[in-house]
């Protein structure tokens, strides 16, 4: 099990006031448009696969998601023995030994191997915990515990279902001091970890033989005397840190040179700074000194922890640190927490920015006024990457406990995938989320991979049901407004798509205009999403046209949309729908019967007529579509010209005036794009290009162009369409006309112009 503490016990030393803010609810863009721009030339980098992985999984969502990296970690690693599969709880539960058993079955025990074996089947590579405290469970009995009554009686709090194993706490409040560490452990040394590698080498191959890769040094080593007390009081210090982390490091390397090695595997934020003999002795002297910091060369721990390893090298010709390995769990109250309000969720929302951005200053004690201004803002991967390269380069980056909560809810899923499109953006190298199954609890961990939180990892796993993945090579994606519509791009390295994950933070819809640099699409793109419309499942959406510079699109409220879209094959056209300029539309009646020529005219109306007046003067119609939008060296491949119907007065036109036929002109009608009466019988570019009957689908009239009227499109400007009956009046002396949408209508029933085309 694992245990976490709150930033108020564990950081006392640097807390006095605690801040807050009042940043209050999450709320919808004042706009709905907000404007996404990627680059597929710029800020390319490599994301690792080992950013996707896991503390806990079951075998089928293993397999499901194609999991890269499992971890075998906690504070219970801290004291297990490889030689019986036994551990202990530590604090987490009244220091009882135990024997290691499933997480998702306590009634099946597996060791080690056996869980290795599992990440074998499922092709995940494994990252186990190496104990360094110089004690492991000497057996599984839970009566062997740290603090028995009898040997200690009267303590503060015993195991409610063992009641002869307490808590090594007094009545008083003091700790129990003095106990025997062999009451619940045999010593071991770092012979014991080599011996441990060098079997698993022998039962599984070597790290680069299908075995273990990864080893981590420990599990939060500043916390041993807290919650290892019984068999490790004294405070943890540099020294030590460093001294253990190279003798078991070694250990290793002896029986596995080429595996890779975590450290120090730091519980948290002040565990960054200082190690915890500074953080005890510091309280007790009001803060001015910290002996550790003070006699290491004032620097802080994960500073001086790196330049030591680098020192070790040096000299040695060996690596032994190839991952500097933080936790991080956000101080703000939103970790290991169920969604809760639209406070707390807009709080875990923002506090993603923590990971990444230097002018987000923290909304926890971490930002309080008594905080030194550096250590304000978290900025977490930009600062392992500044301590990397200042002190041990080419030391990669590891985060193999973090959790922002809410994963049972739309609202953690959304946070989840803005993590992980952090994680790939910001070049973390590896990173593994805490999802420890508590039976019964309400986060309901224990069926993980039902959860809204586990969708976000299918969106950059499988998110298709067939494997599909987000890409391998990062590159630049921006949104005018980050903290709504959050965007991350990468490139396919199986068949160079561009992969777009789209993360709508907020309770609104939003359209986004996504610019495309460097990278010319195919001319459909593939959609799938994930809100809270379906939380059980994916759902592909209708192919989304492209063009070669962009598209747009609308993003639905809280969703997790992700477009997988193919370079240019040709195979698929650009497809580009344009409607009618509304100020430019209009209709147009003849002067009188026979006169030939405009009379009068509208450009504002809603709707355009098409057919005689009750003094049988004949109406005809303007379209206008601005085609200059089209690419100068686009290849038409088809062109569609559609209006939708409004209806009629009088005699329904197509019955006695022939069918509706329309004129083209490759520019305004009479050499001004302005409408005018001159445009009634201005010389056209090519007369009745269509011909409409009186048929039409859901209100809407349709004809596509032959391919030799292609050419009358307009490519740099305007192209215009003349639509009047094939006979100007029925002399009846009476109104009879259709009426038909024009571009002054709403944007559902505006007049539309869809040209296909490609890209030479």
């Not at 297990?80 to 551990?87: A, E, F, I, M």
């Not at 494994?126 to 009898?150: D, E, H, Q, R, V």
């Not at 056209?684 to 269509?690: G, M, R, T, V």
Request: charged share 15%; glycine share 8%; with cysteine.
């Amino acid at each position: 099990m694992k245990k976490r503490f709150s930033g108020k016990s564990i950081f006392v030393i640097l807390l006095n006031t605690i801040l807050f803010f009042t940043t209050g609810f999450f709320a919808p863009p004042s706009s709905t448009s907000i404007n996404i721009n990627i680059d597929a030339g710029s800020q390319r980098r490599a994301i690792s696969p080992y950013i996707y992985g896991l503390n806990f999984a079951k075998e089928s969502f293993a397999n499901e998601i194609d999991l890269p990296l499992r971890r075998w970690g906690g504070n219970a690693t801290s004291r297990y023995n490889w030689q019986t599969g036994n551990t202990n709880s530590g604090n987490d539960w009244y220091y009882e030994n135990a024997t290691v058993t499933n997480a998702y079955n306590w009634a099946v025990t597996e060791n080690h191997n056996g869980w290795v074996e599992q990440n074998t089947r499922t092709a995940s590579d494994s990252l186990i915990t190496i104990p360094m405290l110089g004690y492991a469970a000497k057996n599984g009995a839970s009566t062997s515990c740290g603090f028995n009554t009898t040997t200690y009686p009267n303590q503060q709090n015993v195991d409610p279902y063992l009641p002869s194993c307490g808590n090594g706490v007094r009545q008083n409040g003091s700790f129990i001091t003095g106990n025997n560490p062999l009451d619940t452990s045999v010593a071991i040394d770092p012979a014991f970890t080599q011996d441990w590698v060098t079997s698993m080498v022998t039962e599984h191959g070597s790290s680069t033989s299908g075995g273990v890769k990864f080893y981590a040094l420990d599990n939060e080593p500043e916390l041993w005397s807290e919650t290892h007390r019984d068999i490790h009081p004294a405070h943890q210090t540099y020294d030590e840190l460093l001294e253990t982390s190279i003798s078991y490091g070694e250990a290793v390397k002896t029986a596995d040179p080429n595996s890779k090695l975590l450290g120090y595997v730091a519980f948290g934020w002040s565990g960054y700074w200082y190690s915890y003999n500074d953080l005890i002795v510091a309280a007790q002297n009001g803060y001015t000194y910290f002996p550790d910091y003070a006699t290491h060369g004032n620097k802080h721990q994960a500073e001086w922890y790196l330049a030591q390893m680098n020192q070790y090298e040096q000299t040695n010709a060996i690596r032994l640190l190839d991952y500097l390995d933080l936790h991080y769990y956000p101080e703000s109250g939103v970790a290991l927490q169920l969604a809760g309000d639209d406070a707390k969720q807009a709080l875990r929302l923002r506090s993603t920015r923590s990971l990444w951005d230097p002018t987000y200053r923290d909304e926890s004690w971490i930002g309080g006024n008594d905080q030194t201004p550096e250590m304000r803002y978290v900025k977490l991967i930009p600062r392992m990457h500044g301590w990397v390269n200042a002190n041990y380069p080419g030391t990669k980056l590891a985060i193999t406990e973090y959790n922002f909560g809410g994963l049972e809810h739309i609202n953690g899923a959304l946070t989840q995938a803005e993590i992980l499109g952090i994680f790939g953006r910001e070049g973390v190298d590896m990173a593994t989320l805490w999802n420890y199954p508590y039976p019964n609890d309400s986060l309901g961990y224990h069926h993980f991979e039902t959860l809204p939180g586990a969708y976000a990892f299918r969106m950059y796993r499988n998110y298709d049901g067939n494997g599909g993945k987000f890409g391998e090579t990062s590159v630049s994606a921006t949104s005018a407004d980050q903290s709504t519509l959050s965007v991350f791009a990468a490139e396919r390295n199986s068949d160079g798509s561009l992969t777009v994950m789209v993360i709508n933070k907020t309770s609104a819809a939003i359209t986004s205009n996504v610019t495309l640099s460097n990278f010319i699409p195919d001319g459909l793109a593939k959609v799938y999403r994930y809100n809270s419309t379906n939380l059980n499942a994916i759902v592909q959406q209708p192919n989304l046209a492209m063009e070669p510079d962009g598209f747009t699109y609308g993003f639905p409220a809280n969703s997790i949309t992700l477009i997988v879209i193919p370079p240019y094959t040709g195979e698929n056209p650009y497809s580009k729908t344009i409607t009618s300029a509304a100020a430019q539309d209009g209709w147009i009646l003849e002067s009188t019967e026979t006169s030939g020529k405009g009379g009068t005219m509208n450009s504002t109306a809603s709707t355009l007529n098409l057919g005689d007046d009750s003094a049988n003067r004949q109406y005809r119609a303007i379209l206008a579509f601005n085609t200059s939008p089209l690419p100068d060296n686009a290849v038409i491949t088809k062109a569609t010209l559609k209006f939708k119907y409004f209806g009629v007065t009088g005699t329904n036109p197509f019955n006695t005036h022939g069918n509706l036929l329309v004129d083209i002109r490759k520019g305004p009608f009479s050499g001004n794009p302005i409408f005018q009466l001159n445009d009634f019988k201005a010389a056209a570019s090519k007369n009745n290009i269509l011909s409409f009957t009186n048929s039409k689908v859901n209100n809407w009239y349709s004809r596509s162009f032959t391919v030799a009227n292609f050419q009358y499109i307009n490519l740099t400007g305007i192209t215009q369409f003349r639509l009047r009956f094939a006979q100007d009046d029925n002399n009846d002396l009476g109104a009879d006309f259709l009426k038909i949408y024009s571009g002054n209508a709403g944007p559902a029933d505006r007049p539309r112009l869809i040209i296909e085309y490609s890209i030479p």
